[in-house]
């Protein structure tokens, strides 16, 4: 009975072994100088062919004010619609490579309705728009883990007032970076 027990110790630390040998080395992901605290270099992400870049202050492009990841940061939709319009798309993208290129980061994406329908209903349709986002990014090379979704309905407008101008500055996704 000894001689199976050894036996199958022996086997099971052979095969551990044997398995540790062929696995490649994982990349290792730049966290900055530790002695100095300087965060990892972001200042630039490639975007559709171009590339995003942050400016001479060193500020990270997502929080850089003149740069499009600062600058367009929401997604408007179209009265009880949770199809994102082509002229967003390019937003979209530009966010999605970005956290693509900087797995760190994660993002919330806040949906939001004008102020007709009933609370429910809005809550159900600011978390479509949200989802369609969410999915719109992952298909672009974000990741699932990276982006959580919320919806607000109508309990956050942008703009208050009741009419079309109003209510269509209040349809939207806000893309807010975890931590600002």
């Given at each position: 009975?000894?001689?199976?027990?050894?036996?199958?110790?022996?086997?099971?630390?052979?095969?551990?072994?044997?398995?540790k040998g062929t696995q490649e080395a994982a990349p290792v992901e730049d966290k900055g100088d530790r002695a100095t605290g300087s965060a990892p270099d972001t200042s630039t992400a490639p975007v559709g062919g171009s590339?995003?870049?942050?400016?001479?202050t060193g500020q990270p492009?997502?929080?850089?004010?003149s740069n499009i990841l600062s600058q367009k940061r929401t997604i408007y939709f179209d009265y009880d619609q949770d199809t994102i319009k082509d002229e967003y798309k390019?937003?979209?993208?530009?966010?999605s490579k970005y956290l693509q290129s900087n797995?760190?980061?994660?993002?919330?994406?806040?949906?939001?309705?004008?102020?007709?329908?009933?609370?429910?209903?809005?809550?159900?349709?600011g978390?479509?728009?949200?989802?369609?986002?969410?999915?719109?990014?992952i298909l672009l090379g974000a990741t699932e883990i990276q982006i959580e979704t919320v919806s607000f309905g109508k309990e956050?407008?942008?703009?208050?007032?009741?009419d079309e101008s109003s209510w269509a500055e209040n349809r939207r996704v806000d893309i807010v970076y975890v931590g600002e």
């Open positions: 009975m000894r001689k199976w027990i050894f036996a199958a110790i022996v086997i099971a630390t052979l095969a551990g072994c044997a398995s590339r995003v870049t942050g400016t001479a492009p997502h929080k850089d004010p390019a937003t979209v993208e530009a966010h797995r760190q980061l994660k993002v919330i994406l806040q949906g939001n309705t004008d102020e007709r329908g009933t609370r429910e209903y809005n809550i159900a349709l978390q479509r728009r949200a989802d369609a986002v969410k999915k719109l990014m956050k407008p942008r703009r208050e007032g009741h």
